[in-house]
T-cell receptor, first 108, second 114 residues
Framework: RKEVEQDPGPFNVPEGATVAFNCTYS??????FFWYRQDCRKEPKLLMS???SGNEDGRFTAQLNRASQYISLLIRDSKLSDSATYLC?????????FGKGTRLSVIA | DTGVSQDPRHKITKRGQNVTFRCDPI?????LYWYRQTLGQGPEFLTY????????KSRLLSDRFSAERPKGSFSTLEIQRTEQGDSAMYLC????????????FGQGTRLTVV
């Protein structure tokens, strides 16, 4: 089983839609969780950390479910500029590892 | 610029040649990671350092790959006897060791083996 698994998509959604991505992780000792955003031919950049209590940043909401070992990202009111690949990552007693990413295309 | 810096940005080399990439992390970060990324895939972990100690190297892709961080500051990744399959983006990232602190990436070195 891969350490971090994501649905690669692509998710094609209209502007204004709400879209959700899930990510599962295999290491129950994982302690830190992140969502990164990567634009085409650019380096990944942190979108948000994911805390046990869940957290929200504007249109973005991240949730952690330790019992089921998954994290989620919800994007509300999608914008064209949200089109990118979203990478899930975890670390803990292992180094920071990433999923393959989920590609999102927001369409006008 | 106080971000993570990688050099060179692009490298074209012939099969069989050796290449070396450099990464300068954010100065106060003591963790440094190397990843490889190919089209349509996420960053694939290769190795990482805490200060000058290499904590994990079993995931280096083959014995042709090696990395160093001799003084706990910059790091180098070397690929010996390059093969066409080594063509990829090589990403470096750095972080502190505090919990829940993210890693910051450099812009990467794009390697093309011809």
């Amino acid at each position: 089983r891969k350490e971090v698994e994501q649905d690669p998509g692509p998710f094609n959604v209209p502007e204004g839609a709400t879209v959700a991505f899930n990510c599962t992780y295999s290491n129950s000792a994982s302690q830190s969780f992140f969502w990164y955003r990567q634009d085409c031919r650019k380096e990944p950049k942190l979108l948000m950390s994911v805390y046990s209590s869940g957290n929200e940043d504007g249109r973005f909401t991240a949730q952690l479910n330790r019992a089921s070992q998954y994290i989620s990202l919800l994007i509300r009111d999608s914008k064209l500029s949200d089109s990118a690949t979203y990478l899930c990552s975890t670390s803990g007693n292992t180094p920071l590892v990433f999923g393959k990413g989920t590609r999102l295309s927001v369409i006008a | 610029d106080t971000g993570v810096s990688q050099d060179p940005r692009h490298k074209i080399t012939k099969r069989g040649q050796n290449v070396t990439f450099r990464c300068d992390p954010i100065s106060e970060h003591n963790r440094l990671y190397w990843y490889r990324q190919t089209l349509g895939q996420g960053p694939e972990f290769l190795t990482y350092f805490q200060n000058e100690a290499q904590l994990e190297k079993s995931r280096l892709l083959s014995d042709r790959f090696s990395a160093e961080r001799p003084k706990g500051s910059f790091s180098t990744l070397e690929i010996q006897r390059t093969e066409q399959g080594d063509s990829a983006m090589y990403l470096c990232a750095s972080s502190s060791t505090e919990m829940n602190t993210e890693a910051f990436f450099g812009q990467g070195t794009r390697l093309t083996v011809v």
